[in-house]
């Protein structure tokens, strides 16, 4: 078992920064995917970033790359999510996620075993 808990949502302004924090325990962070999700109201669950060890090499969405960066400190056991010029089409809950095998390049949900509770993301326009 991981258990995942994320901290760092809240309320911004158009072209603010957020930075989201994951800290997992239970088993050996540095064999998971870590990624992160976003659902916003009435939309399912997208995609939005992950990384995997060791290499630390990356995957994000389109609509975030170039704003986000996805990042991981193993001897913390945490992964941390930079947001970047955020824009109001950014709120969302966002969630992290822990994927035992596979690659970074598989953006499913059905990837991933392990998720935390969700951290809400708003930004005001």
């Known amino acids: 078992q991981v258990q995942l808990v994320e901290s760092g949502g809240g309320l911004v302004q158009a072209g603010d920064s957020l930075r989201l924090s994951c800290a997992a325990s239970?088993?050996?962070?540095?064999?998971?995917?870590m990624g992160w999700f976003r659902q916003a109201p009435g939309q399912e669950r997208e995609f939005v970033a992950a990384?995997?060890?060791?290499?630390?090499?990356?995957n994000y969405a389109d609509s975030v790359k170039g704003r986000f960066t996805i990042s991981r400190d193993n001897a913390k056991n945490t992964v941390d999510l930079q947001m970047n010029s955020l824009k109001p089409e950014d709120t969302a809950v966002y969630y992290c996620?822990?994927?035992?095998?596979?690659?970074?390049?598989?953006?499913?949900?059905?990837?991933?075993?392990?998720w935390g509770q969700g951290t809400q993301v708003t930004v005001s326009s």
């Open positions: 996620a822990a994927a035992h095998g596979g690659t970074i390049w598989n953006r499913r949900l059905s990837a991933y075993n392990y």
């Open positions: 990384i995997r060890w060791p290499g630390g090499m990356t």
């Open positions: 239970g088993r050996t962070f540095s064999d998971y995917i």
